[in-house]
């Protein structure tokens, strides 16, 4: 193993939308070693050489995880352990939004992406946090829609948007990212939730620019500001690009 002196940031769902753009403007950086999260292979593959085509000044690798398997997380945890021995830094980006069937199937697969994944991905990825060089920082890319005293405003432009299943499981999210800031704040780590808000991405067939989405360039930006430690002051707060959100 070659020691690494980059500060390695592993990004869950790093092959589209935000999580894709974030891996992009990390690299623009040479002291970002971005580990490229992705359940396929092919697209992960896709993703990395994609990146690798642009030349810049940063590392890239592909990291094959997929946040709904547990086996899969466990497999991806060991793999960055003998390959890298540490990360600084996990982006828990992966989610889903639109998921058919009853109303238990779309509650359950949307839990399983969107809370259970990230809360797993930490509890494997701990002890190679705390082998980190630099300050370890975790981030819950999260969303408004998980807000309750959003959604109990009746002004909210989204307040007619049910998806019940997606609002609940980032709500979940939040308590999880609430639970690790008090668990590893004394550690000195730093988490956060964060939500990027509507962005253009292939979240759903709402996040197209021609509907009012902000380019992915704007969502991914300020998780670039917080894993450079900008925002170091509003551990275990729920963010917006600009200021924060309320519970
Ligand atoms: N875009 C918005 O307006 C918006 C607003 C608020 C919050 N967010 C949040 O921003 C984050 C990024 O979403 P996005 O908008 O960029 O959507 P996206 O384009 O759909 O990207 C989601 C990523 O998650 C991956 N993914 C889904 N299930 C996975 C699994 N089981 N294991 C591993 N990866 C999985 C997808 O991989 P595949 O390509 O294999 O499906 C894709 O790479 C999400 O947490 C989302 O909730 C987005």
């Known amino acids: 193993m070659v020691a690494i002196k980059q500060t390695i940031v592993l ?36 993703a990395v050489e994609n990146l690798r085509s642009r030349k810049l000044p940063g590392t890239v690798d592909l990291v094959q995880v997929d946040v709904a398997d547990e086996t899969s997380i466990a497999t991806a ?18 989610a889903v939004a639109v998921v058919h069937g009853s109303l238990a199937n779309q509650l359950n697969e949307s839990f399983k992406v969107n809370a259970t994944g ?20 975790i981030i ?30 980032k709500s979940a999210l939040n308590m999880i990212s609430v639970c690790q800031s008090v668990e590893y704040g004394p550690l000195g780590w730093k988490v956060f939730c ?16 021609e509907l009012g989405a902000q380019p992915t360039s704007k969502g991914a930006a300020p998780i670039v500001d917080i894993l450079d430690g900008k925002r170091d002051g509003e551990h275990g707060r729920f963010l917006n690009p600009v200021g924060q959100l309320p519970w």
């Open 194 to 209: 964060y939500n990027p808000g509507y962005t253009v991405s292939n979240l759903s067939e709402l996040n197209k620019a």
């Open 11 to 46: 990004i869950t769902g790093g092959n589209g939308g935000i999580g894709f753009e974030l891996a992009a403007q990390l690299l623009s950086d040479a002291s970002k070693y971005v580990l490229l999260g992705s359940r396929s292979l092919e697209k992960g593959n896709a």
């Open 77 to 94: 945890a060991k793999d960055v352990e003998s390959k890298y021995g540490r990360i600084d830094a996990l982006v828990n980006n992966a």
């Open 118 to 137: 990230p809360a797993v991905m930490v509890e494997a990825f701990e002890p190679l946090l705390k082998k980190s060089i630099f300050t370890p920082r």
């Open 140 to 169: 819950n890319v999260t969303s408004g829609a998980g807000s309750i005293a959003i959604r109990l405003d009746a002004n909210t432009p989204t307040y007619s948007q049910k998806v019940v299943h997606y609002r609940a499981s």
